[in-house]
């Protein structure tokens, strides 16, 4: 299985930001190749997704997000990031990052890998 270790989560008042990464246990050719995207979930709301994205051309935001959020990917590391900006208290969640090799966008969470989470806690 693909290994994704996620990282950067943290607590901060709102309107600060925060850079989450996510590296994955695969070259960076065959991480070039999966799609990727960043979920969140809390005990309260069943697991959302926030960003994703195939390519650096193809991405897609959940609509809370947009604006705010931007999601990117360095292959040659391996890595998958999530840049937040204006975080505000409903930012608040345990953020997961996801990987398939075919399993694209946010309508279905169906993505093979998954990473353990990294908690991010927006305080007013």
């Known amino acids: 299985d693909v290994q994704l270790v996620e990282s950067g989560g943290d607590s901060v008042q709102a309107g600060g930001s925060l850079r989450l990464s996510c590296v994955a246990s695969v070259s960076g050719q065959v991480f070039a190749s999966y799609c990727v995207a960043w979920f969140r979930q809390t005990p309260e709301k069943a697991r959302e997704g926030v960003a994703s994205?195939?390519?650096?051309?193809?991405?897609a935001y959940s609509d809370s997000v947009k604006g705010r959020f931007s999601i990117s990917r360095d292959n040659a590391k391996n890595t998958l990031y999530l840049e937040m900006n204006d975080l505000k208290p409903e930012d608040t969640g345990m953020y997961y990052c996801?990987?398939?090799?075919?399993?694209?966008?946010?309508?279905?969470?169906?993505?093979?890998?998954w990473g353990q989470g990294t908690q991010v806690t927006v305080s007013s």
């Open positions: 996801a990987a398939d090799r075919w399993v694209c966008g946010l309508g279905r969470p169906w993505y093979n890998w």
């Open positions: 994205m195939r390519d650096v051309g193809s991405t």
